[in-house]
């Protein structure tokens, strides 16, 4: 059910610009939570595009539970920074949308179950135009996990929602990942999130990226967003984030002192 | 996204009731409005005639001289004939046309290549007027019904096409990677997320195609027919006989109108999840 990560020495550039990822490696674990932060721009979303499938033409090499990445496949679910529903669809069709047509037609015991777990029961035949925009998130992550995959790799998943709704969805994320058990890589700009969320946060450099440190954040769930361990390690990412950041206004190669 | 629960309560339940009973009203007083129109002019055609007699009865018939045609022409079987010949004609020509415009432009839209191949030929053809094909398609296809079905087939086909076209261009691209992300293949792709995508673009270029239908009609019935609306416009010229060429020309209204409203109620009912503009 969930699968192990393997990026060896990836590097990409698009269409001979400068590179977006240099040799960067990164193993993850079944049923780890990663998460990637780092300037904006740096990188990280094309590397989980990469991851998905949905880019090509890398170097160095992607595996997913052993095997080399080479089109998107159901073992991977991916959550855009938007909802992406398919306007046309019910809740609970855009949930399905991923499956074959024989396990649509079925009323899927596991996705009457993945509906209750991101608690849409009474929504699963609203359009999304009637939904609100945590809402709609959650369908995404349900659509994104009704194939049930081994990895699910989020891009922001929750930077358009409002505060108190964003936490909502980070809990909501982490009780369906603790009966679930996937592995989760997730992109984000928000400390805070990735604190929450993550077993180890990897900081990126600006571009070309390339993972700088990697925090561990060996703490039992839920925890306390504000407690004093959590608020160590916001200040210590902080400041990696900040001169990682620096790093990429002077352009690109590694800064001295590091 | 926004998210729409902050803003909800906003707006008070009364508040709510009272925006859809306007809604409802206006609803209800829609087809009186739309009545009054036809009826003013009903008013104004009978004046200039019955009434002041402005025009002459072999100028313009009034309308008590229509209806008398209409009725017994109703009566012997002819309208009717016409009617059903005209609308058998309609239908298929614009079933073909519609069919081939639907393949033709999922070609066109999925790949630049075949764009490119054939988009500038068929704009070409777009522009021959109606009348201009007709005699060809006689001297191709002889007299009988394949050269009328062929003219309003391709009157059919060129609103279908366009609209469909750019309908596909339209889609969003973050729509069509959800279906990458699930590895849809190219047919599922086109089923399952680009077609529904473009259906308001489709619908669009179906209504103004079956209108176009109809207008080809009359251009190919125009000229070797026996039967058809169009061939009553012209065997009421030649015959000087105004107030038949006018139960004509307000039957095609008739049709055409009614047509357009079915396919208008398809659109309503398939286009229910949009959430666009819909004029105030």
Request: charged share 20%.
């Amino acid at each position: 059910m969930s699968s192990a990560i393997r990026i060896e020495r990836v590097s990409k550039s698009f269409d001979a610009g400068a590179p977006v990822l240099r040799d960067l490696n990164l193993d993850i674990r079944p049923s780890e939570i990663v998460s990637l932060l780092g300037p904006s721009g740096c990188g990280k979303s094309t590397l989980l595009r990469l991851l998905s499938g949905l880019e090509r033409d890398h170097e160095g090499r992607l595996l997913v539970d052993g095997n080399e990445v080479v089109a998107p496949s159901r073992e991977v679910g991916f959550m855009f920074q938007e909802p992406r529903l398919l306007p046309w669809l019910s809740v609970r069709d855009n949930i399905t949308f991923g499956l074959d047509a024989k396990a649509r037609r079925q009323a899927d015991p596991l996705v009457r179950e993945l509906i209750e777990q991101v608690q849409l029961g009474e929504c699963a035949n609203l359009l999304p135009r009637q939904l609100s925009g945590g809402m709609a998130q959650r369908v995404a992550l349900a659509r994104s996990l009704a194939t049930e995959p081994g990895v699910l790799l989020l891009d922001e998943p929750f930077s358009a929602v409002d505060a108190l709704t964003r936490m909502r969805l980070q809990e909501l994320l982490l009780s369906v990942w603790q009966r679930r058990r996937f592995t989760m890589l997730l992109v984000t700009h928000d400390i805070d999130e990735a604190l929450y969320l993550s077993d180890r946060v990897a900081v990126l450099t600006g571009r070309p990226a390339a993972v700088r440190e990697i925090v561990h954040v060996d703490l039992p769930r839920p925890r306390d967003r504000r407690a004093q361990d959590i608020l160590r390690l916001r200040a210590h990412l902080l400041e990696a984030l900040r001169v990682a950041g620096s790093n990429q206004l002077t352009g690109y190669g590694t800064p001295f002192g590091v | 996204m926004r998210s729409n629960t902050r803003t909800r309560p906003a707006q008070s339940a009364p508040q709510v009731a009272a925006d859809d009973a306007r809604r409802a009203t206006s609803l209800r007083a829609a087809p009186l409005l739309a009545l009054a129109l036809p009826v003013a002019l009903l008013v104004v055609w009978f004046l200039a005639t019955d009434a002041a007699q402005v025009f002459r009865a072999n100028q313009l018939p009034s309308p008590t001289q229509v209806l008398r045609t209409a009725a017994d022409l109703a009566a012997g079987g002819d309208l009717l004939r016409h009617v059903s010949a005209s609308v058998g004609r309609v239908l298929t020509g614009f079933a073909i046309g519609a069919t081939l415009a639907l393949l033709v432009s999922v070609l066109v839209g999925l790949s630049k290549v075949v764009e490119q191949a054939l988009d500038p030929t068929l704009q070409g053809i777009r522009s021959v007027p109606s009348l201009a094909w007709v005699p060809f398609l006689l001297l191709w296809m002889g007299i009988g019904e394949t050269p009328r079905v062929t003219l309003i087939a391709i009157g059919a086909f060129f609103p279908v096409y366009v609209n469909l076209v750019s309908g596909i261009r339209n889609v969003d691209r973050k729509l069509v990677e959800v279906g990458y992300v699930f590895g849809l293949s190219r047919a599922e792709l086109v089923r399952r997320i680009i077609v529904p995508a473009a259906l308001p673009y489709l619908l669009t270029g179906l209504r103004v195609g079956l209108g176009q239908a109809w207008l080809f009609l009359v251009a190919a019935e125009l000229i070797a027919s026996v039967s058809g609306l169009g061939f009553m416009l012209i065997d009421g010229q030649n015959s000087a006989r105004p107030d038949i060429m006018m139960v004509a020309i307000l039957t095609l209204a008739l049709l055409g109108k009614l047509s357009d409203g079915l396919l208008r109620t398809v659109e309503r009912r398939a286009l229910a999840w949009t959430d666009t503009f819909q004029g105030r």
